[in-house]
């Protein structure tokens, strides 16, 4: 028991440690010009619906930040919401590599998140690439479920991550293709739990 609180305590603190990060000067640059873009595109609903002046943006982040406009509009306020998918991809990092290998190196590899320059970068940006992490770890930690236990509901569960993925960002249509690609390699060991995913 006191091994399980110590272990939920250096979470915690890794957890702030990477909150701290990205809350840190997170209203201090002016927008840029994606940054501008993401604004000016969640100034009405009408502009998230397919075919209008979005382009090509994938819409759930924008879907998020019209929804996130609506209690706030400062700065700090709007960069807030991609600052807390930032640290909730470090839970799910953890949450995955302490179902895979232990929870140290879920430890590790949650302060390796926390602190990692190009995440907390990210994290910071009024853009969809905090998401695209958060949902695509996620997605991962789904497959491996999946292939562990074969439930109905693991699968499910993958499938609406893996339809976030896309709706956050197109190009995650790559790690898509790659995780199927490794549940078909897998195939002959797993067997009897990718029917589902078959069907």
Wanted: with cysteine; net charge positive.
């Amino acid at each position: 028991m006191a091994a399980s609180k110590r272990h939920t305590m250096i979470l915690l603190l890794i957890l702030l440690l990477g909150a701290g990060l990205r809350l840190y000067r997170l209203g201090a640059l002016s927008l840029w010009f994606d940054e501008a873009l993401s604004v000016l595109y969640t100034d009405s609903f009408e502009n998230l619906l397919p075919g209008t002046e979005r382009g090509t943006d994938s819409p759930l982040f924008l879907f998020f930040l019209y929804l996130w406009r609506q209690l706030g509009t400062s700065l700090f306020f709007l960069r807030l919401l991609p600052a807390i998918f930032g640290v909730a991809t470090i839970w799910a990092a953890y949450r995955f590599s302490r179902d895979r290998f232990g929870g140290r190196i879920g430890l590790a590899v949650a302060c390796a998140v926390a602190i990692a320059p190009v995440h907390i970068y990210y994290s910071q940006e009024l853009r969809s690439y905090s998401l695209l992490a958060l949902v695509s770890t996620l997605a991962m930690h789904a497959l491996f479920r999946c292939l562990e236990r074969g439930r109905t509901s693991d699968w499910v569960r993958f499938t609406i991550y893996c339809i976030a993925c896309i709706y956050t960002h197109y190009g995650s249509g790559v790690l898509i293709l790659a995780m199927n690609f490794y549940a078909l390699w897998k195939f002959s060991a797993y067997r009897h739990r990718l029917r589902a995913w078959l069907i």
